[in-house]
């Protein structure tokens, strides 16, 4: 049921497939149906938020999204044509970039560092022998991009380990922004953050679905989400439950989404 | 050590430009990064104690001995750093350097033309290599148990290599050559000009490609000039007195060549900067598509590399390879040697120019103490000591940069 209002909301407002459109998604982690039937879409330029309780199913999710996991069963269209996620370079190729919780930023490297790390770029000394890093190419291709989203950083040789906790997430979600992505997944960006960080950060996701990327957000803060999310999907265990759009919702509705006290009502005793 | 260190570093200051010294020392020691600045006061330190108690002990022949005796722990030293860059520890590194000199000393022996029986012992040390860094990689035993193991299994082979003959002599010129080849007179003033030219194109071009990226942070000429002035007056410093003597040990200048080389490959390749990265955080690593395994083992396999090599050097100084070849201390000293010079044992911090600091000092103790004939329980007290603070500086600082970290 959640599926078809979710499609049909989808298309009435947008007139052209979503980036990514997940159905049906399926996922048993041995005893554990981690996923029964999980379905939603992200546009171009809107910033969606999954939430849910813990063990809703929302990191399964996201990690099936971004081919650390893959489903048992269910469909994933990306522009509009079926892709198969399988490794998560699969999904980095199409444009979905991922910033996790814990960041995965390494401490001991500086900004520039951590931006292109694993994707460095070089100057060739001898074809074939020698490469070398070219590491004012990066620095001098990194800032218009960090312009662009307004983001406002130390001198791009600090090493990360001195960064606020905000700074670190603007570099993570710089890091993905860099790749000319299309599609940012964040999970949790705000978690550890102090206000006027969370501030910045949910600054830094608005300008990202501004400037044209499709984002899905998830998040414990119901308040954030109201804050930058155009539509909120909410998860019960491992179902999709409810699609609303943000401005047409209440908290209180998306709280009992979350905690199943609708479907109770629903659901004749 | 705090007060020494911003006291140490203020010729400097001047040269380098808007925020004042004082300031950016501060920084760096908040956030854990002081570099070589501490082991060179400590080597200093250590050299005008010794040179105070014997003073013999800044002559040209003391310091050229010192030197030699430093560059097989260098070595060993080098391949350790890059170990402890991953965050792994290597155990058998002397081991390895055992096994490969007899394999030199018993190829040469055999014939064998010495060139190719130092390629048959590197090939060696990369066997050696490979092969642990496979199981710890591959099979996922820790990298701790799989060398402690390696280093028994490894002393195993030394005796079974060289068991009937016990201590086997190199008759061969070129391998002794090794440690007896000394750059003298004109010919080392040459390559330490040469030295500090390379040092200064380096800066050069560091300072070119910032300024055609117009970027800001570009480096003033001013520091550019102190640093190339300070490289200088030390070569020279080092020239005239090992001048005194026989010259630049050639298996000094193998030592700083690939020193040079490698820090080379640890700041501007791929492969460097995926060293650092997994030692800083293997999980980013990975999911920035970095080929884990592949680097794990490629460093495991450098490793046996340089400990054939220090192997090599180690038995072209004492003529001889022997059932306690790479034994003793060897391990120790080149662990501390990288811990020492400051290189993180938590991994992901360091560089190889910190082996080769790292090996002087261990070196300068080691070789003031035989000068003062010390007695093997007073060495080993003062060395254990040594690794310790070593171990407590890293521990501390790495506290130290958590706390400032975030």
Redesign the interface.
């Known amino acids: 049921m959640a599926d078809t209002v979710q499609t049909q909301s989808g298309q009435d407002r947008h007139g052209t497939p979503p980036l990514l459109s997940v159905r049906h998604l399926k996922k048993r982690f041995g005893a554990v149906q981690a996923l029964r039937d999980v379905s939603l879409d992200v546009h171009r330029g809107e910033v969606v938020a999954l939430v849910g309780d813990n063990g809703a199913g929302k990191s399964t999710t996201i990690k099936i999204i971004s081919g650390v996991e893959f489903p048992d069963e269910g469909e994933i269209f990306f522009e509009g044509s079926r892709v198969t996620l399988s490794t ?2 699969d999904s ?1 190729a199409l444009g979905i970039q991922t910033v ?1 919780q ?8 500086d900004i520039v ?1 951590n931006l292109y ?4 770029l ?1 100057r060739t000394i001898i074809p074939g022998v020698i ?7 990066m ?2 291709n990194a800032i218009p991009v960090l312009k662009r989203l307004g983001i406002n950083l130390p ?1 791009l ?1 600090t ?1 990360v ?5 905000g700074q670190r997430q603007t570099v993570a979600v710089a890091r993905a922004v860099l790749w000319g992505s299309k599609l940012v997944i964040l999970d949790e960006p705000t978690a550890a953050l102090g206000v006027a960080q969370t501030r910045a950060v949910l600054d830094l996701v608005k300008r990202l679905a501004e400037s044209g990327v499709g984002v899905l957000v998830i998040s414990h803060n119901l308040s954030d989400v109201f804050e930058v999310a155009d539509r909120i999907v909410v998860l019960r265990l491992g179902q999709t439950v409810a699609n609303y759009v943000t401005s047409e919702v209440s908290g209180e509705k998306v709280v009992a989404a979350i905690t199943g006290a609708t479907e109770e009502e629903v659901v004749p005793r | 050590m705090k007060v020494v260190a911003a006291d140490s570093a203020n010729p400097t200051a001047e040269a380098s430009g808007r925020r004042s010294l004082a300031d950016r020392l501060r920084l760096r020691f908040a956030s854990g990064d002081l570099g070589l600045i501490p082991v060179i006061i400590a080597l200093v330190v250590i050299w005008i104690v010794f040179e105070l108690v014997n003073s013999h002990f800044l002559t040209g022949r003391n310091i050229s001995n010192l030197i030699l005796q430093s560059v097989e722990i260098g070595l060993l030293g080098i391949g350790e750093t890059f170990i402890l860059l991953l965050g792994e520890i290597d155990l058998s590194i002397a081991a390895v350097s055992g096994v490969a000199a007899a394999i030199l000393v018993l190829l040469s022996s055999a014939g064998l033309n010495p060139w190719l029986a130092i390629v048959a012992s590197l090939a060696a040390g990369a066997v050696l290599g490979v092969f642990q860094g496979v199981w710890v990689t591959l099979v996922g035993v820790p990298a701790f148990i799989v060398t402690l193991a390696g280093s028994l299994g490894y002393q195993g082979f030394l005796l079974a290599m060289l068991g009937d003959a016990g201590t086997v002599p190199i008759e061969n010129s070129t391998l002794l050559g090794l440690a007896t080849t000394y750059v003298s007179g004109v010919y080392a003033w040459i390559l330490a000009l040469l030295g500090v030219l390379v040092y200064l194109w380096a800066l050069m071009q560091r300072r070119a490609a910032r300024l055609r990226f117009e970027l800001d942070r570009v480096p003033d000429l001013g520091s550019i000039g102190a640093r190339v002035i300070a490289l200088a007056v030390v070569s020279a410093l080092i020239v005239l007195a090992l001048n005194t003597y026989r010259g630049i040990p050639v298996a000094g200048l193998v030592l700083i060549v690939l020193i040079v080389i490698f820090s080379f490959v640890t700041q501007s390749t791929r492969f460097g900067r995926h060293v650092y990265a997994l030692g800083g955080h293997r999980e980013a690593a990975r999911r920035a598509g970095i080929r884990v395994k592949h680097v794990r083992i490629a460093v495991f396999t450098l490793a046996g590399v340089f400990g054939a090599a220090g192997g090599i050097m180690g038995a072209s100084r004492l003529g001889s390879a022997s059932p306690a070849s790479g034994g003793g201390n060897l391990l120790l000293d080149s662990i501390a040697a990288a811990v020492i010079g400051g290189t993180s044992l938590f991994g992901g911090r360091g560089s190889v120019w910190n082996a080769l600091a790292g090996a002087l000092v261990i070196g300068s103790v080691e070789n003031g103490m035989d000068l003062l004939s010390a007695p093997s329980s007073t060495k080993y007290l003062v060395e254990g000591g040594i690794l310790l603070v070593a171990v407590t500086i890293d521990t501390l600082t790495r506290r130290r940069r958590a706390k400032a970290g975030r």
């Open positions: 998560p370079a980095e996790y814990d960041l995965a930023l390494c401490d001991n490297l560092s790390l694993g994707r460095e070089y490469r070398v890093m070219n590491h004012a190419e620095e001098k001198p040789n090493s380990a001195s960064l606020s906790g």
